[in-house]
Structures are given as C-alpha cells and as structure tokens.
C-alpha cells in the first residue's frame, strides 16, 4: 500500500486526536483496536474503522493486523507521525487521563489561562523502554528488564518482573512491580530502567495481590509545634482543614513519598527547622511501619 501525502494542517482537529489516539495506544498498549477508538470517542464502530483505514492509508507501514488480538500492533518500523511519543509528554497523558498530546492551537493557552510549571531535570528512559514498561502493564505481562540499583548491587542486573502501575511521587516517575528476585512487590525507578522487553508470558500476579497497594490508609499531620499560633492556622487554612488535623487519605505504599512531597518533619522529637518542614505527623506509630525508610 502507498503512503497517502496528507498535510497534519488539513485535517480535521477532532479527526487529528484520534489518529494521536491511535498512535499513542498502538506504541504504549502495544495494540489498538476499533472498540478503543469507539470507546474513547464515543463514536459508531463504522467510523473508528474509517480512522484506522486513514491512518494506514497515510502510514501504511507503522500497523499490523493481529487476528489474536482482533486489532493492530505496532510493526518493527513504527515511526510516529501525528502524536509526541517521547515520556516527557505521554507519561502526564497517562496520569490525567488525557486522549490528546496537543492544545488545536499550540499559541494560545488553554482555557485563555497562562500555566507554567518548574523545567526540572529529565529523569526518564528512552521511549523504546517506557513502551515495553506499558505494553506489559497494559497487556498484564511479564516483563525482562535490565536495572540500576542504588541499594542491591552496583551495576545493571538482569531481572524479571511484572508490572502493574505508574506512579507520579511528585519528583520522579516509578514502576510499581511484583519482583520475582524478591518474592515481593516494590517501586523501581523509571530512568534506572536501561533495557526491558516485554515477554509473550502471563504475568502471575497483580495489583490484588498487593497489600500495600490495595490498602489505604488515613495520613494524620498537624502544623509545626514550634510554629507560632498564627502561622499554625494559616497552615490549617492552607490545607483547606477546619480542625486542628491535616488528613489524607493514602496507599500504604506511597506513604513515603508524599511524606517527602509535603516535606514533612518526620524526626522524633521534632528537632527540623520549622520554617521549611511545616507539618509533622500525629499517628507515627500506625505510619512508619509502611514507610520507615521516610522517617529519621
């Protein structure tokens, strides 16, 4: 089949998010098929056929049709042509649960409102590794990875382990995973990650099997003690909380995180400077079992 020369400005911006779509699920999900497009664009399965002919007709070699799957995955050749396949964009798509990777007008600001946000260091993997990560998440695979590790050894290792979920802690991406090397579930860092492919192999567990996933738990904090009373209650205010307790609801295994994210005083007697470290936390005893690494 030739390639169809199609202009990205001559199409449609309602038909332009759905061939984005279509990219970003084939290369991520590591398969698309009619029912995801009907689905997500609450469209008739005759048109999500038509945006599949489409795309092939224009890049009539980034999809094969899988009869096992009922649907398209992503060739050897695949290139992306419509959507911005690199992590630093498609990793906040899959945390907002967006569809689309682009404003219809790049030079205006959404909604007329200016947003920004702080340019930090990129901490993520190429964009070959994060789609074997999520091809494996979202086809409930195992998944052979090769890790840097702070703690277990120097070097990279070779491991197996099957993934469940992204998580966002606020400072770097993580993978939560079942490790079998471990016997156990934990986070692995998104950029330690050097190489991972994902394996046409069943993986044995899930998110179910997850105590510390599945399980939430009440995060009890308080203003500083050595705050002065006013600045107690602003912080109270600030928090949007009408008592004297900060609650957030938590997974056990996130606890840690957000502990460092709300820079949290977590020492025993209190001794950090108050003025940076704003909260400390009430229910210590029930907390730092789930995340001891946190606490001083």
């Known amino acids: 089949m030739a390639k169809r020369k ?18 970003l699920m084939a290369f991520y999900a590591g398969v698309i098929t009619r029912s995801d497009i009907a689905k997500a664009f609450a469209i008739s399965d005759a048109a999500a056929t038509k945006d599949l002919k489409f795309y092939s007709e224009i890049a009539p070699n ?8 009922f649907g398209f995955v992503p060739s050897d050749s695949f290139q992306e042509i419509f959507a911005d396949l690199s992590p630093t964009v498609t990793l906040p798509i899959f945390e907002a649960n967006f569809i689309i990777t682009n404003a219809p007008n790049a030079d205006n600001h959404m909604f007329g409102i200016p947003a920004f946000g702080l340019t930090l260091p990129s901490r993520l993997p190429k964009k070959s590794v994060l789609a ?3 091809r494996a998440i979202s086809g409930k695979k195992k998944l052979k990875v090769s890790y840097h590790s702070l703690t277990e050894r120097e070097g990279s290792s070779k491991r197996i382990i099957e993934p469940h979920s992204l998580i966002n802690t606020g400072f770097r991406w993580h993978v939560r995973a079942y490790s079998e090397e471990t016997f156990d579930f934990r986070d692995f860092v998104l950029s330690r990650f050097a190489n991972a492919k994902c394996l046409d192999v ?12 599945v399980e939430i ?3 009890e904090l308080a203003p500083h003690p050595k705050l002065n009373k006013e600045k107690q209650k602003s912080l ?32 025993i007697d209190h001794s950090l400077n108050p003025n940076k470290y704003q909260l400390i936390v009430v229910n210590r005893e029930e907390i730092e079992p789930f995340a001891s690494w946190a606490f001083e």
């Open 6 to 23: 199609v202009a990205v400005d001559e199409i449609k911006w309602v038909t332009l998010q759905r061939l984005q779509y279509i990219e």
């Open 62 to 69: 980034n999809l094969i049709y899988k009869h096992s799957v």
């Open 132 to 134: 074997q990560i999520t």
């Open 202 to 213: 069943d993986a044995e567990s899930n998110e179910l099997y997850d105590d510390d996933w």
């Open 217 to 219: 738990i009440s995060l």
């Open 236 to 267: 109270l205010i600030d928090y949007s909380s009408n008592k004297d307790l900060i609650n957030i609801k938590v997974r056990r295994s996130l606890i840690g995180y957000l502990l460092q994210q709300l820079s949290v005083d977590t020492t």
